[in-house]
């Protein structure tokens, strides 16, 4: 704990010494215990008294502004036991600490969205920070609230089991017994191994005949035999005889546990998921609710079907490895096997062989001579999407998520993704002014609209002539409505939240050099048309940014990448201290994390939105590339192979 408190910049883990308990007087004689032995004894780390009732309270690290005379995080506990109220203080404190040190990651990494939230908040959604952490108010206003929901579950009772459970678990535990008994040998307790028939008997009928079994005719009784991974050593016949466990007549099939050679107990993950027993269901196999999932997919979002299709792939290798069983039999164990096998997974495409079956694949790079896939991949792609796909029919067939709450732990090879990198005034002119000489008008607009609005590349490819008007008498703005119509077929515009279809101011210098005016006239028509009827314009305007930054001298391995003129942009708001929910709005992110920020509109005012327009251009960067652009000329021109033709 001290080498802990050290790394938290020295937060103490007793907040009494040097905090002022002028507004506890009841405390002001136990603050300095410890000293004199006739003082009555304090009320325990980060607590406070003030009769039956308690006060926790812990300091910031000094790494965030902390340190004496800055504010102390408080929170009441109420009246309760004394026990208790440490019980929950203790808590309190790893929940703050830990928060203290997501704060401070958050600060050195530059990441600007939250990602963690409050306890089971939904973490799918890119939400700009509501609190940034640079001032030690911000802290503790942050930390109290995150406290108050950890106080509201740890202060929740635990459920009594039921009479039936408890009879189960009494039988758990004496088949436990017996097995540690056996595997001892000659070791074991005589009594318990000379009649380990009776006893199993016993133990087992304790936990068939409980509530448990749902209704129906139970199954007969049938001797099962666990099967571990090809990977892992089959038991030699030389190791002492074990009775076998009979499963009971009942749905619920209890964990046996199973050794290898050695007398170890082999971990569930590692054994092959394929084989393991299952309860007995009635619902569908994941094969049949993954491919309704599927099918729902291709037929709500026509134009994505490069990602059903890798979802499906997904799909497949997971019912390859781990097998094809009714949704409601999976568990924790499922998918953390499905991790451990894809720690040697191939990242690139073209390492796997395709005569090879997944597992073929797998065991050929046990020694890792393959580079394996990113965290990011694994989260957000293997086994995010096996999740979505297995909670499709949890409402409407009555199942719970099997996976909810399991502590899935990624393999140490998974590299995690690479935070986006600030770019400097140098490296911004250079884009600029290779852009701009590359004659594309994409090329040429689409950094300097990414540096100036802050948006995503996907929705700046999208806008449309009509997308720009005069929101506020001389102050332009864009917004698109969401849809589009391409090659005769309404199509989405790929915004990740519904907040990025709002307007966004455009900056005047656009219009002072020609492009809002000429954007106007298009109408209907995209303004980039050159990216706009490809085949996947996201892609190819990615792939296209990439090669500018690249003959810029940019290189993708150091995080610097086009999003990064997003993240600068709102740096630079950040800078000139505009309001947050005006930067939040204006990048297009989710606005608020309170109820509070969730009422009034959730689009910019004309306040904001001049504030916005009243930004200066950074002196250092070279804007006078985009003075007198041909837009009509550069818009024309299409790419081609080879050496470009200069005009």
Same mark, same amino acid.
Do not use: C
């Given at each position: 704990?001290?080498?802990?408190?050290?790394?938290?910049?020295?937060?103490?883990?007793?907040?009494?010494?040097?905090?002022?308990?002028?507004?506890?007087?009841?405390?002001?004689?136990?603050?300095?215990?410890?000293?004199?032995?006739?003082?009555?004894?304090?009320?325990?780390?980060?607590?406070?008294?003030?009769?039956?009732?308690?006060?926790?309270?812990?300091?910031?690290?000094?790494?965030?502004?902390?340190?004496?005379?800055?504010?102390?995080?408080?929170?009441?506990?109420?009246?309760?036991?004394?026990?208790?109220?440490?019980?929950?203080?203790?808590?309190?404190?790893?929940?703050?600490?830990?928060?203290?040190?997501?704060?401070?990651?958050?600060?050195?990494?530059?990441?600007?969205?939250?990602?963690?939230?409050?306890?089971?908040?939904?973490?799918?959604?890119?939400?700009?920070?509501?609190?940034?952490?640079?001032?030690?108010?911000?802290? /503790?206003?942050?930390?109290?609230?995150?406290?108050?929901?950890?106080?509201?579950?740890?202060?929740?009772?635990?459920?009594?089991?039921?009479?039936?459970?408890?009879?189960?678990?009494?039988?758990?535990?004496?088949?436990?017994?017996?097995?540690?008994?056996?595997?001892?040998?000659?070791?074991?307790?005589?009594? =318990?191994?000379?009649?380990?028939?009776?006893?199993?008997?016993?133990?087992?009928?304790?936990?068939?005949?409980?509530?448990?079994?749902?209704?129906?005719?139970?199954?007969?009784?049938?001797?099962?035999?666990?099967?571990?991974?090809?990977?892992?050593?089959?038991?030699?016949?030389?190791?002492?005889?074990?009775?076998?466990?009979?499963?009971?007549?009942?749905?619920?099939?209890?964990?046996?546990?199973?050794?290898?050679?050695?007398?170890?107990?082999?971990?569930?993950?590692?054994?092959?998921?394929?084989?393991?027993?299952?309860?007995?269901?009635?619902?569908?196999?994941?094969?049949?609710?993954?491919?309704?999932?599927?099918?729902?997919?291709?037929?709500?979002?026509?134009?994505?079907?490069?990602?059903?299709?890798?979802?499906?792939?997904?799909?497949?290798?997971?019912?390859?490895?781990?097998?094809?069983?009714?949704?409601?039999?999976?568990?924790?164990?499922?998918?953390?096997?499905?991790?451990?096998?894809?720690?040697?997974?191939?990242?690139?495409?073209?390492?796997?062989?395709?005569?090879?079956?997944?597992?073929?694949?797998?065991?050929?790079?046990?020694?890792?001579?393959?580079?394996?896939?990113?965290?990011?991949?694994?989260?957000?792609?293997? /086994?995010?999407?096996?999740?979505?796909?297995?909670?499709?029919?949890?409402?409407?067939?009555?199942?719970?998520?099997?996976?909810?709450?399991?502590?899935?732990?990624?393999?140490?090879?998974?590299?995690?993704?690479?935070?986006?990198?600030?770019?400097?005034?140098?490296?911004?002119?250079?884009?600029?002014?290779?852009?701009?000489?590359?004659?594309?008008?994409?090329?040429?607009?689409?950094?300097?609209?990414?540096?100036?609005?802050?948006?995503?590349?996907?929705?700046?490819?999208?806008?449309?002539?009509?997308?720009?008007?005069?929101?506020?008498?001389?102050?332009?703005?864009?917004?698109?409505?969401?849809?589009?119509?391409?090659?005769?077929?309404?199509?989405?515009?790929?915004?990740?939240?519904?907040?990025?279809?709002?307007?966004?101011?455009?900056?005047?210098?656009?219009?002072?050099?020609?492009?809002?005016?000429?954007?106007?006239?298009?109408?209907?028509?995209?303004?980039?048309?050159?990216?706009?009827?490809?085949?996947?314009?996201?892609?190819?305007?990615?792939?296209?940014?990439?090669?500018?930054?690249?003959?810029?001298?940019?290189?993708?391995?150091?995080?610097?990448?086009?999003?990064?003129?997003?993240?600068?942009?709102?740096?630079?708001?950040?800078?000139?201290?505009?309001?947050?929910? =005006?930067?939040?709005?204006?990048?297009?992110?989710?606005?608020?994390?309170?109820?509070?920020?969730?009422?009034?509109?959730? /689009?910019?005012?004309?306040?904001?939105?001049?504030?916005?327009?009243?930004?200066?251009?950074?002196?250092?960067?070279?804007?006078?590339?985009?003075?007198?652009?041909?837009?009509?000329?550069?818009?024309?021109?299409?790419?081609?192979?080879?050496?470009?033709?200069?005009?």
């Amino acid at each position: 704990m001290e080498s802990f408190d050290r790394e938290l910049g020295g937060v103490s883990s007793r907040v009494s010494r040097g905090v002022s308990f002028a507004d506890h007087p009841a405390e002001v004689a136990s603050a300095g215990s410890n000293r004199t032995g006739d003082r009555p004894r304090g009320a325990g780390p980060h607590l406070v008294r003030t009769g039956t009732s308690y006060l926790f309270q812990i300091r910031i690290p000094k790494t965030l502004g902390g340190g004496r005379g800055s504010p102390l995080v408080r929170l009441g506990i109420g009246a309760r036991p004394a026990a208790d109220a440490r019980r929950i203080a203790d808590l309190l404190a790893a929940a703050a600490r830990t928060r203290f040190d997501e704060i401070g990651r958050r600060s050195m990494s530059g990441d600007k969205t939250d990602k963690s939230g409050a306890p089971n908040a939904d973490t799918s959604v890119d939400v700009e920070q509501l609190f940034s952490g640079e001032t030690p108010d911000e802290v /503790v206003v942050e930390v109290r609230g995150y406290l108050k929901a950890v106080k509201r579950i740890v202060e929740q009772d635990p459920r009594q089991p039921s009479a039936e459970e408890s009879q189960a678990f009494a039988g758990m535990r004496g088949l436990v017994g017996i097995a540690r008994e056996i595997a001892k040998g000659s070791e074991g307790n005589s009594l =318990i191994v000379d009649n380990v028939d009776v006893l199993k008997t016993k133990y087992v009928d304790k936990f068939a005949g409980t509530a448990l079994s749902p209704s129906g005719p139970a199954p007969s009784h049938t001797t099962t035999q666990l099967q571990p991974s090809p990977a892992i050593p089959q038991p030699q016949s030389a190791a002492p005889p074990r009775p076998t466990l009979e499963a009971p007549p009942a749905a619920f099939v209890p964990r046996a546990v199973v050794r290898d050679e050695k007398g170890n107990i082999i971990p569930a993950y590692r054994l092959d998921r394929r084989t393991v027993p299952r309860p007995a269901s009635e619902k569908p196999r994941f094969s049949e609710v993954s491919e309704e999932y599927l099918e729902y997919r291709e037929a709500a979002s026509p134009s994505k079907q490069k990602d059903i299709n890798t979802a499906r792939f997904r799909r497949d290798l997971f019912l390859e490895l781990i097998g094809d069983h009714p949704v409601d039999t999976y568990n924790a164990s499922d998918l953390q096997a499905y991790v451990h096998l894809l720690s040697f997974w191939p990242a690139n495409e073209a390492d796997r062989r395709t005569d090879w079956t997944a597992r073929e694949i797998i065991d050929d790079n046990r020694d890792m001579h393959l580079k394996p896939i990113k965290l990011s991949t694994f989260q957000d792609g293997y /086994v995010g999407s096996i999740g979505t796909m297995i909670r499709h029919k949890m409402k409407e067939l009555g199942y719970s998520d099997p996976f909810a709450n399991a502590n899935i732990r990624f393999p140490e090879t998974a590299a995690p993704k690479r935070k986006s990198a600030p770019l400097s005034a140098e490296k911004i002119s250079a884009v600029f002014r290779i852009g701009v000489a590359s004659g594309l008008l994409d090329e040429a607009m689409l950094p300097l609209l990414g540096h100036l609005t802050g948006r995503r590349l996907g929705l700046l490819i999208h806008l449309q002539g009509s997308d720009i008007r005069d929101k506020f008498g001389g102050l332009f703005v864009a917004e698109t409505s969401g849809i589009v119509v391409k090659d005769g077929k309404w199509v989405r515009v790929p915004f990740k939240t519904d907040a990025s279809t709002g307007f966004f101011v455009l900056h005047p210098f656009l219009k002072e050099i020609g492009f809002i005016d000429w954007a106007m006239k298009q109408g209907d028509a995209f303004l980039f048309p050159g990216i706009m009827n490809l085949h996947d314009p996201s892609k190819s305007a990615s792939s296209y940014m990439q090669r500018l930054f690249k003959k810029a001298g940019i290189e993708k391995g150091n995080g610097e990448v086009f999003h990064s003129l997003r993240g600068g942009n709102i740096d630079d708001m950040r800078d000139e201290k505009v309001d947050g929910r =005006i930067r939040r709005i204006q990048v297009g992110h989710t606005v608020g994390g309170d109820e509070h920020e969730g009422y009034g509109q959730q /689009v910019l005012s004309e306040k904001g939105a001049r504030q916005l327009a009243l930004l200066p251009l950074s002196p250092e960067i070279d804007f006078s590339v985009f003075r007198g652009l041909p837009f009509d000329v550069m818009a024309a021109r299409k790419r081609t192979r080879g050496r470009r033709p200069k005009d």
